[in-house]
């Protein structure tokens, strides 16, 4: 088990480049989550899949923001036009099955710094 | 809609000490609560759950029981060792609020245990 990783680990850019995430979830894992994270704040919720359907977005996740979970393994979290406020730790969950009680697996993070 | 609300920190103690980290929330339905742990320079990880009323979470000597009628579910630990400095966060997961059982989260509260 090796657990949920993210590439890359660290991204600095300027202020209306694209960005890429990727996420790699844990093998049989059927649902995975993103969520950002500023500093001194808790995880938000972003946008959620189940295989390959997203099923909701966090009214966080504006139009300049998109996921794709293709096939329903990995999936990318790209940022267009990127603003200093996208500036956030981009945090991946997997879990396995439904159920309020399930237990959540993070991968490390992304560190997006927008200057 | 749902908030987890925790106690302002940071806390910080010396080893051998009793801690005590309050966690209170607000869910339309009946939540699963949760208690994670970031160790530095780790991703998140579960430190403990109950999925409902009087259940008692624990793990690693820490201990936290769901309340309904406080809606709380404050951490608790005897004694506490150096190892325990982190940063935790307690969540909700509300089935009411969507089937994908996303995370609500606190915004954390950073331990430091000295020698």
């Known amino acids: 088990d090796t657990g949920v990783s993210q590439d890359p680990r660290h991204k600095i850019t300027k202020r209306g480049q694209n960005v890429t995430f990727r996420c790699d979830p844990i093998s049989e894992h059927n649902r995975l989550y993103w969520y950002r994270q500023t500093l001194g704040q808790g995880p938000e919720f972003l946008t959620y899949?189940?295989?390959?359907?997203?099923?909701?977005k966090s009214r966080l996740l504006s139009d300049r923001f998109s996921a794709e979970r293709p096939k329903g393994s990995f999936s990318t979290l790209e940022i267009q036009r990127t603003e200093q406020g996208d500036s956030a730790m981009y945090l991946c969950a997997s879990s396995f099955g439904g159920g309020a009680g399930n237990e959540q697996f993070f991968g490390p993070g992304t560190r997006l710094t927008v200057l | 809609g749902d908030s987890v609300t925790q106690m302002e920190g940071p806390v910080t103690l010396s080893e051998e000490a009793f801690l005590t980290i309050n966690c209170t929330y607000t869910a339309t339905g009946y939540p699963s609560l949760f208690w994670y742990v970031q160790y530095p320079g780790e991703g998140l990880q579960l430190l403990l759950k109950?999925?409902?009323?009087?259940d008692k979470g624990s793990n690693k000597g820490f201990e936290a029981t769901y309340r309904k009628e406080t809606t709380s579910f404050h951490l608790e630990k005897g004694s506490v060792q150096v190892s325990d400095s982190a940063v935790y966060f307690c969540a909700l997961s509300d089935p009411l609020t969507g089937a994908n059982s996303k995370l609500t989260f606190g915004k954390g509260i950073t331990l430091s245990v000295r020698p």
């Open positions: 899949f189940q295989n390959e359907a997203q099923l909701e």
């Open positions: 109950a999925t409902k009323a009087d």
